[in-house]
């Protein structure tokens, strides 16, 4: 066999350098990525190691909870300090961090930028679509005693992804009372400030607790009850413990002592002894109630064997195990409601009506109930039927909903009415295209 070098040799390769192929010398520095670079390389189990214990360093010099090495910002950084030490190689630390003002500099540039953005896309979808959503909400910090204000924004992009963003936080005039007229004149001034469009609140729905000043606020706009704290103040009431103290007394019995419960084993650090956590009782959030007795139920008997060997066991004795039992039971559903309520990753408000009547028949009567659970089940019932209102824009969203469109919680004569109301806002709203569109007139009118 004859070797050819024109056919079998590297002549091909020599014609290509010469046609413009550049070296890495002639192309000024760049690299042409290899081959091995988009192969995933196993770190050694020592350098990994040396990580984990750098991590541990960073959270006991900085004071930092373990739990924000799971961060996203976190990992976003450590990425791109991984990406420059790729690029640029070892380099110092303190050469690539900026300086703290640097960053706080940086973050109000950063704010302005994003805001400005978030206004420009909501000015656009003004002239697209019908509505946006807002939320609005004022609380005030502990420390400095200053009252805050903010709003959120929620909208579907034309690529159906549901969006929430924060339009801003401010902090609200001190010297000015927290009334309505004043709430609404900070919310216009805010947004104008911005540069919103003013013509969008005709079409924003703001869905808000039912603090009188933010209803009064609002009043003159489209405005939702949040369902979330609606529940809340569902089982405030229905909770009272000194109504309860008449008409159930076991059951504020048991209430208050397994609030007292947990917090004595937290004060004398038998708490720590428990397989698993006991929580608190808060005085505003009422899923805490939910949340404090099912942590009592889930170590009840170890917590007393422990509370045995100190002979301190009157401290359990109060909480009586069947009302506990049948409390977490009963207050699970709402807590449940509350959690998918409150979400801002999807749609809520096709979930309304379908809590409502979920919890209307959890309340209900039931044959093998005793006359406490008659009562409890009865004080939750009257504060949903008079604390939640069904609207029909709840109605409508659940029927749009492929899955709940036959309406079947409803009664014969209320699908009838939806689906009146349906094509009653159908008509308007092909007549109100019509009126602006002279071609969509003439192909409703043919």
């Keep these: ?14 014609r290509h350098v010469d046609k413009g192929c550049k070296t890495t010398e002639d192309a000024g520095g760049l690299v042409q990525t290899s081959i091995a670079a988009f192969a995933t390389r196993r770190i050694p189990l020592q350098e990994t190691k040396k990580i984990t214990e750098k991590c541990v360093a960073f959270c006991c010099k900085d004071l930092r909870p373990f739990r924000c090495i799971e961060g996203e910002g976190f990992r976003e950084l450590a990425q791109q300090l991984i990406n420059v030490g790729a690029v640029y190689g070892p380099v110092a630390a303190q050469d690539v961090l ?6 706080s500099k940086r973050c109000h540039e950063m704010a302005k930028e994003e805001r400005k953005r978030l206004v420009a896309q909501l000015n656009e979808i003004n002239e697209e679509v019908k509505t946006i959503g807002m939320t609005t909400d004022i609380w005030t910090e502990d420390f400095h005693k200053l009252s805050y ?6 909208f579907v992009t034309r690529t159906f992804k549901l969006v929430s963003k924060v339009l801003t936080t401010a902090v609200f005039p001190q010297e000015e009372a927290k009334t309505g007229d004043n709430i609404r004149r900070e919310i216009l001034r805010l947004l104008t400030e911005y540069g919103l ?15 009188s000043n933010i209803i009064s606020a609002l009043r003159p706009y489209h405005r939702l009850d949040c369902q979330d704290h609606l529940y809340n103040t569902v089982m405030r009431y229905a909770l009272d413990l000194k109504e309860l103290a008449e008409e159930a007394p076991t059951v504020s019995e048991t209430i208050e002592a397994t609030k007292a419960l947990v917090k004595y084993v937290k004060k004398t650090g038998i708490a720590a002894l428990l397989s698993k ?19 009592v139920r889930s170590v009840y008997q170890e917590l007393r ?21 049948f409390l977490v039971e009963f207050l699970q559903p709402f807590y449940e409601a509350q959690c998918e309520l409150e979400g801002d990753q999807y749609s809520t408000i096709n979930l309304v009506l379908l809590w409502f009547e979920r919890l209307k028949r959890h309340c209900g ?21 008079r604390k939640v209102e069904i609207k029909d824009l709840h109605r409508i969203a659940t029927f ?5 469109s036959q309406l079947r919680m409803l009664s014969a004569s209320g699908r009838d009415d939806l689906h009146l109301e349906v094509r009653r806002q159908l008509s308007d709203h092909h007549t109100e295209e019509a009126s602006t569109d002279p071609g969509s007139r003439r192909i409703l009118h043919s």
């Excluded at 204000?149 to 929620?154: G, K, R, S, Y």
Aim: charged share 20%.
């Design 1 to 14: 066999m004859k070797y050819d070098s024109k056919r079998t040799g590297n002549s091909a390769l020599q």
């Design 98 to 103: 900026p300086d703290p003002t640097t960053v």
């Design 149 to 154: 204000m903010a709003i959120t924004c929620h």
């Design 197 to 211: 469009d003013m013509s969008l609140l005709n079409k924003v729905v703001w869905v808000t607790d039912q603090g």
């Design 277 to 295: 956590t006991v929580n608190q009782m808060g005085d505003t959030r009422f899923s805490t109630v939910y949340l404090t007795l099912n942590s």
């Design 305 to 325: 064997q422990k509370l045995e060997d100190r002979a301190e066991s009157w401290w359990i004795d109060a909480v009586c195990p069947d009302v506990l039992h």
């Design 365 to 385: 009567k039931k044959t093998s109930d005793t006359p406490y659970q008659v009562i409890i089940r009865g004080r939750h019932l009257h504060w949903i039927l």
């Design 400 to 404: 749009l909903w492929p899955k709940y």
